[in-house]
């Protein structure tokens, strides 16, 4: 039965289908829920305060503000119970609905091939992939900066004032998420400018996206009112947040004057600032290793490529070499259909890399904005598009197979046959070279809390009478892994003055990442030596193995349980 669709569209659904569930199964069976990276737990506690109620803007200082971002956790929480899947689920959502709008974009400026190939692109982008399965960070930023775009997208194309509407509208709701969300108004807005300027969109147009985003901010004042008191808390929270966090730290680009505790601030200081993103998205140093291999006259190519390729959390793989590479030549080619995704590409790259994050004249300091790798997943679906378009080209052909000899049948199914392989060889380079980066990531983070899975499971097979001890940084962790069952007998600490405050017939649990009774470090290691009576029942190490860690104390790769005798 074809329900009256084509079989070619039949096709492309099929397609688009497969990459979904496969996306959908993969975030399942990776699903982290509250990770130690970003704000996760600080979500967690508002999702929590949600769900009994307790929704206040201001909490927690600025992720109070990110609304899109906890509040569905809370009614995930209020349907499925709190655990590390529906801790992850609204994340995974959004990393499918991102997906969806990669193809939809794709398939908008070029083709439905190239939307599919930028949904499968995407599905393997390091900086979307590994955070899709935790409980915060930038997820659902990245998919509200994208359906605005791709909202801006089909507005401009049928002139609809109620798509146009509706872009100001989603504009203003990245603000509900993380503050690099304002890319979304800065690239609409630039973007009608343009289109105005070249004669493309109508004032009248220009007008309903500025409604749209009027009628989006009037409900968000009144909430805030209601809530705080203070109708521009949003704005408020974030700008005082970044301002002060601008003048604790010593680690921020400064233009201008630096403020006093920059004693030692340098030029050097703002020239590794700005080459932050360069560094990280350019990990591979392919330049300097084959100038190494000329110089040492080692042509070997597994020898060189094991000095380019390297699998590591901090690696980004080759996403950005290719969209770089693949943009030059597209714009010297004069492919028009590029015009979309560049702009988007172009405005996020210069919004991450310059944009203030706090700004004064008197004295004049323009401070750059903080930066994170997972940001780029604010420019995740042109980095895709572009990419999908460049292969597209290649596959399709440019020129060839027109006039002269090769309109012959035999020639043109082997430059057919050729192309698609290039195009093929491209695509499974790029995702073949990211899977193995995107594991690694995930068997770091899973190591630091594989522990805390095995106490949990001990926890809830002790009787109800037992108590149990646990550091103040895993309590939380081991709240979501119990479901937060039982909770009333596990007792967090910050640190263990003597051996005596611990109850007798309780368990203690002890993360192996400083030593010794100091007050103000939280865990200790010398436990035999120091609490004699206690005795070690269990020595849980991480999984996959990785030596202990003698950095933060909050990143246990090692858990010592102990019963006190």
Known sequence: MSLGIPSGKRLVLLLLAIILIYDLVHSIIYTLGPTELSEDFAYFFLALGALHGQVSLSNFNIDGTRLLQYLPMALFYKLFGVNIYSSSAWNIIMFMGTVLVAFFVGKKVYNANAGLLAALLISFFTPVVKNSITAGISEAMMFFVSITMLAMLYAHDKKSPKLMFVTGVLAIATQLTIPIGIIAILAVLLYA??????KNLSMKLIAW?????IVAVLPIIAFSYINTGNPLVVIHENSEYYSNLSMTY?????IGTPPKAYANYSGNDLAAYLLFYPRNMFTSNILQALRTAILTRNLNPLSIWSSIYHVSTGNAGFYFYAVFIAALILLILGERRLYFPLFWFAVGIGFLEFAPMSVSFFPFRYMLIFRAMRYTS??????AVILSIAIMRIVEGSGIGKGGNVTKKELRKKHSCLRLLAGSVIVVFLIATAIPINNAWYDDVYAQTYPLHVIANLVNSMSNSTYLYIPSGDFYFLSVYMHQNNMSRVIMYDNIRNCSVMKKGA??????????FDPNVPYINNTTEECPSWKLVMEVHASPQITAFSGWPELRYEQ????VS
């Not at 010593?250 to 400064?254: A, K, N, W």
């Not at 368990?507 to 010794?516: E, L, P, Q």
């Open 193 to 198: 400018v343009v289109e105005f300027l070249r």
């Open 209 to 213: 996206l500025i409604i749209g985003m």
């Open 250 to 254: 010593t680690t921020y680009g400064i």
């Open 378 to 383: 604010s420019i995740a679906v042109p980095i």
């Open 507 to 516: 368990y203690v649990v002890i993360a192996n990442a400083t030593s010794g």
């Open 560 to 563: 010592m349980l102990y019963y």
